[in-house]
T-cell receptor, first 111, second 114 residues
Framework: KNQVEQSPQSLIILEGKNCTLQ??????????LRWYKQDTGRGPVSLTI?????NTKSNGRYTATLDADTKQSSLHITASQLSDSASYIC??????????FGKGTMLLVSP | DGGITQSPKYLFRKEGQNVTLSCEQN?????MYWYRQDPGQGLRLIYY???????QKGDIAEGYSVSREKKESFPLTVTSAQKNPTAFYLC?????????????FGPGTRLTVT
């Protein structure tokens, strides 16, 4: 069964600090991996998408990495801001099929 | 102003009543999706539609029904047969390109059934 596991489940960091969120998956065949940001009570918004051949992609202060061999991805947030407080969801597409969603990591940036 | 709209944002119903959640998009996307989100769980697919007048069941379709009479609209009905309907419901759309087509999400509807 396809699975996407995210860690940690939740995280609290001080404003201005960096953090890294992890995503491990067992989806096969792999098509692409997305990271979404979801503010409380809102719909998810895409941050990055990576295919098999890409191992790093940045979007402002967000940098995602992908290791397709070990089936791991990370999302690094640099110089965190209060507005970064949200749930971050890793989503993996299997071939031409539907998506498998992780449960998300809840990030709280504290002043 | 392009995007996906869902209405209402909050919805309250009594147990035993059917309720319909609205989803409209003006992105000219072919594919539309309905997801359910519960605390501590990943999004779960209820129904999806790749083209007008056609839709398929997702992983948790029991107790739900949909229609796709127009490209822009994909309403979801939560029936009285759904055992635990209280949840946050998200609608999404995509270009339908299954290889890289990104899904754009609406703002969601929080349904509470008592």
């Amino acid at each position: 069964k396809n699975q996407v596991e995210q860690s940690p489940q939740s995280l609290i960091i001080l404003e201005g600090k960096n953090c890294t969120l992890q995503c491990n998956y067992t989806v096969s065949p792999f098509s692409n991996l997305r990271w979404y940001k979801q503010d409380t009570g809102r719909g998810p918004v895409s941050l990055t998408i990576m295919t098999f051949s890409e191992n790093t992609k940045s979007n402002g202060r967000y940098t995602a990495t992908l290791d397709a061999d070990t089936k791991q991805s990370s999302l690094h947030i640099t110089a965190s801001q209060l507005s970064d407080s949200a749930s971050y969801i890793c989503v993996v597409r299997e071939g031409y099929s539907t998506l498998t969603f992780g449960k998300g990591t809840m990030l709280l940036v504290s002043p | 102003d392009g995007g996906i709209t869902q209405s209402p944002k909050y919805l309250f119903r009594k147990e035993g009543q059917n309720v319909t959640l609205s989803c409209e998009q003006n992105l000219n996307h072919d594919a539309m999706y309905w997801y359910r989100q519960d605390p501590g769980q990943g999004l779960r697919l209820i129904y999806y539609s790749q083209i007008v007048n056609d839709f398929q069941k997702g992983d948790i379709a029991e107790g739900y029904s949909v229609s796709r009479e127009k490209k822009e609209s994909f309403p979801l009905t939560v029936t009285s047969a759904q055992k635990n309907p209280t949840a946050f419901y998200l609608c999404a759309s995509s270009t339908g390109r299954l290889d890289v087509g990104e899904q754009y999400f609406g703002p969601g509807t929080r349904l509470t059934v008592t």
